[in-house]
């Protein structure tokens, strides 16, 4: 129905960067609000970012002015890009996408796979 596939993750040294990315595909009208959101271990998955249908932007307090989520419309594509990484930023990331469905007044939360972000000291 609805198919949300990360890219981007993997293994960086500490201040280095990295740049996620998640496209959203198969049954979608249009797409609200979009957001990144990380899971590390023995920990509760928190929002890192997200990003309105119109631009409006968020952000945890531990990533501000490192992290930056963007998106394109025409791709259903949303973007992480995050700089001057930290140890502490390592996790499991998943993409989450409020979705708007052609035939239907009901949205879904759609939520990618996960890609795992290790960051090295």
């Known amino acids: 129905q609805v198919q949300l596939v990360e890219s981007g993750g993997g293994l960086v040294q500490a201040g280095g960067s990295l740049r996620l990315s998640c496209a959203a595909s198969?049954?979608?009208?249009?797409?609200?609000?979009m957001g990144w959101y990380r899971q590390a271990p023995g920990k509760q998955r928190e929002l890192v970012a997200s990003?309105?249908?119109?631009?409006?932007?968020d952000y945890a307090d531990s990533v501000k002015g490192r992290f930056t989520i963007s998106r394109d419309n025409a791709k259903n594509t949303v973007y992480l890009q995050m700089n001057s990484l930290k140890p502490e930023d390592t996790a499991v990331y998943y993409c989450?996408?409020?979705?708007?469905?052609?035939?239907?007044?009901?949205?879904?939360?759609?939520w990618g796979q996960g890609t795992l972000v290790t960051v090295s000291s």
């Open positions: 989450n996408a409020n979705i708007n469905r052609r035939y239907t007044a009901k949205t879904l939360d759609a």
């Open positions: 990003i309105t249908s119109g631009g409006s932007t």
């Open positions: 198969g049954s979608i009208f249009s797409i609200n609000a």
